[in-house]
């Protein structure tokens, strides 16, 4: 029989502590309508003395800005293709080793025939045109089945080399946003959302907009805003790209979702989330009539050049952005260099370029609690006419639930557990979201259409013009002589 010998004391459980520090890389760059050939190292954008957990890149002109691609379908190629080259770049792989044909099943699809090739992709259009054919059950029955045909992956351990893992990604028109995590992070993700907002041609077609991507990462909630505001540096075009930013914000809007019980429940708008990051190109100049901007920028003195930057004039006027942080700038601006060249296009009267006053284009502004930029910089490929910009975060993430509102009603959950691997296809969750959205507005979009062929046959030459006039027409869109 076992003596007691005095009281027993159960071994002390490890501490758990509520919050956890990551590193967040953002990344945003405007490639000037090029496709990336397979050759383009991305490791000076992409470098990082110390890794990060979570990769934000967001990338504007990915498809030059024409008719085509702007009334038309969406050309995914390019999306493809830089998608590759990330995951190249992130996960170590020889360049030797990745062909674009070959990772395409991973962008996709990883279902494909006996010959290699890929399941076609269904459109929104496609899959709204389905439903007069189909009963609801039947109907959402296909837009669960085909969910994972849109950009998304099965996230491997990172003992199978898969640092990194696609959690999501989108493109409107010449916009993209893609957001990649730690292997070790990927199963901790939930609520994935997107929003799209056009500000482009008459108001709202995609050249010009913003996407917005919506996740909770463990118990914090994060929006990042890839923007590609209004272009021009005419007096009066702040004005403008500050109505983007008004309206992007108004109009941003994340499909309400089922939530379990007593979860967290998810932003609806930008500013509901914890952690916000906008990023882009925001197209903010100098200002109209700065006679010695040229002398400030033969001697470098970015300083004196940053007061006459648009965007911290109107910030400090409270114009936009009001309460928004932009860290630093200590490289040179960003935008219009000579293809393939360190030269400006103002620098040289030998150019056929359209002359643009050097400025800050691509910026980084971020918006939260718990965010600490550790450096903001430049990357210097030639690749383009802008120069890439990056910015690393040190970033607090609240492990607990901790005073958030909380849905007392019990739903039927599509929340994950965070023991469990997300779908194959992460992102495409975020599409299929999206679709069911458009599905119950279906009418509304429908009266838009009719309304914008409309609106498009009375300015037909004017259309054609626009796309279709000299020397970046495609690229500097405006619709002040839009009859409405």
Known sequence: MEANNGPRFEPLAPAVTDTQNLRMFVGTWNVGGKSPHEGLN????????????IYVLGFQE???LNAGNVLGAEDYGPANKWISLIRQALNNKDPEFSQYNNNATTELSS????HGSLKPRLSFSDFLSLEDELGKED???LV???VNLNYGEECLPASNQQRYCLAASKQMVGIFLCVWVGADLYKHISNLKVSCVGRGIMGYLGNKGSISISMTLHQTTFCFVCTHLTSGE????????NLDVTEILKKTRFPRSSSGPEQPVPPDTILEHDKIIWLGDLNYRLTVGSGDTHNLLRKHDWEALLEKDQLRIEQRAGRVFKGWEEGKIFFAPTYKYLTNSNSYVVQTSN?????????WCDRILWKGEGLKQIWYLRGESKFSDHRPVYSLFSVQIDMANRNKPTTSTKFSTNKLSTTTALPSTCAAKVQAEELLLLNRARSCIDTASRELVQLLQRNSSFIHLLFCGKEETNRELDTTRIVQ
């Open 42 to 53: 991305l490791k000076d954008w992409l470098r990082s003395p110390t890794p990060a957990d």
């Open 62 to 64: 990915i498809v030059p």
């Open 111 to 114: 279902q494909g025939d006996e």
């Open 139 to 141: 109907f959402q029955k």
């Open 144 to 146: 669960d089945s085909n």
């Open 234 to 241: 005419k007096e009066g075009d702040e004005a403008r790209r």
């Open 351 to 359: 150019s056929k370029e359209k002359r643009r006053t050097p400025a």
